[in-house]
Every structure is written in structure tokens, then in C-alpha cells.
């Protein structure tokens, strides 16, 4: 993306590019599709004959996972094991210590430039919008509200005037989904469990409430500014 370091690469392999072999091209990793456009046109639309040859490319790939997912009943098959429709992905939510944020916005506490620069402020707020944000369904607010029943005084006063703090609810939703499907039906959000008699959803959120203190949610965009 550096145009320094294109006219850089076009210097030092000059005697490439008079003969025809080499191209320096403008080209982002985040926008690869352009690269078919430029290949297309460069060959006349003949297969390409060559490589390419690309910096950091594999760092400009955000990370994705994807789950398996089958019938309740219906064991899947090696076979659809192989099938790319069997699976669905599982979004991936980015964060950073706030700490640790600080210290990579030195020395002007800023991120970007221009109309998407953001103070550590900024960055919070957007964190808090984007996870509070995601929690505006029905179910999601039945849970929410069942939640917060067993919460202490203390504990509901984490993230006022929110009734609680949507960043470690979402994840202790996350993980509850993850080995049952069926964690947000009513009857399984409001279920109580032995020994100490408490919800599972409740359990999930103070345990992700714990270790997710001074952690600053990321939107996209905002990781790969970072990144």
C-alpha cells in the first residue's frame, strides 16, 4: 500500500519491468478482488503465466472460524464434514487492553487521522455501542433481564446506567450457545443449577465480567487500524 516503497521496488528491479517480466501494481491485500481485475486486463484474459508476489498479504486476511452444524439427531457424516454449507461462521469479536491501547496510541493518544481519528475515549465508546448494540432481540433481552435478578447492587452498578455490561454478557451468551443451542429458550435462561442453586447464564457473565476489566472491544475497521 506504500507508494514509497512501490517506487522503491520499481527502482530496484528496473531492468524487469524494460523487459516485460516484472509489474509494480498498486494493490491493497484488504481489496484482493482488484488483483483479478489487474490480471485480467494484464493477460487479455489468458490464464496468467507467472506468480505473484505479495507483502504481508496472509496479515491482511482478518481471521474467520466456522462451526459444523447438524440436526439435533442427525450426526453429521464424513462426507458432510466436507460440504462447505455444513458450517457456519462464528464471528470473531476483537479486543485489546486498555492498557495495552495506550500505550501503542503514544505519544498523541490518537488512532488514524483525518475524520476516522480516534482518542482512547472514542474507542470505548464505539466498543460499548457495537456489543450493546448486538443484544436488541427479544430473547436476548429475556436473558438480560433474568440475568440481572441475581446480580448484586454492586454488580448492576459495573456498567451504569446499564443494568449490566453488554461486552461479558455477549460472550457468556456466546459460550452458553456454543454447547447448547437451546440456551436462550425461557425455560433454560431462568433454570437453576446444584449445587449453589445459580443460573448458568449469571454464572457465565461473572466469570467473563472478571477477566474482561480495562478490555476495549474492537470493531473491524478499528482492528485493522490497530493491527
Aim: hydrophobic share 40%.
Amino acid at each position: 500500500r506504500s507508494k514509497a516503497m512501490r517506487e522503491t521496488q520499481r527502482r530496484t528491479t528496473a531492468e524487469f519491468i524494460v523487459a516485460g517480466k516484472l509489474s509494480v501494481v498498486d494493490v491493497d491485500g484488504r481489496h484482493a478482488s482488484l488483483v483479478r481485475q489487474f490480471l485480467n486486463e494484464a493477460a487479455h484474459g489468458q490464464p496468467v503465466r507467472g506468480f505473484v508476489l505479495s507483502n504481508e498479504l496472509l496479515d491482511e486476511f482478518d481471521p474467520v472460524r466456522v462451526r459444523l452444524v447438524w440436526r439435533k439427531g442427525y450426526s453429521p457424516s464424513p462426507r458432510m464434514c466436507t460440504e462447505c454449507t455444513s458450517y457456519r461462521e462464528a464471528h470473531v469479536l476483537h479486543s485489546i487492553d486498555a492498557t495495552a491501547l495506550e500505550a501503542l496510541l503514544q505519544p498523541n493518544g490518537i488512532l488514524g487521522n483525518g475524520t476516522i481519528a480516534a482518542t482512547i475515549e472514542d474507542l470505548t465508546w464505539e466498543g460499548r455501542m457495537m456489543t450493546c448494540g448486538a443484544l436488541t432481540t427479544s430473547a436476548l433481552r429475556h436473558a438480560m433481564l433474568t440475568v440481572v435478578e441475581d446480580l448484586t447492587p454492586s454488580e448492576r452498578m459495573s456498567c451504569a446506567p446499564m443494568l449490566l455490561c453488554c461486552f461479558p454478557f455477549l460472550l457468556a451468551v456466546n459460550q452458553a450457545l456454543q454447547y447448547h443451542h437451546e440456551a436462550l429458550h425461557p425455560v433454560h435462561v431462568r433454570r437453576r443449577h446444584e449445587p449453589d442453586d445459580a443460573r448458568e447464564l449469571v454464572r457465565l457473565y461473572r466469570f467473563h465480567l472478571g477477566n474482561l476489566n480495562g478490555t476495549v472491544p474492537l470493531a473491524k475497521q478499528r482492528y485493522r487500524q490497530v493491527r
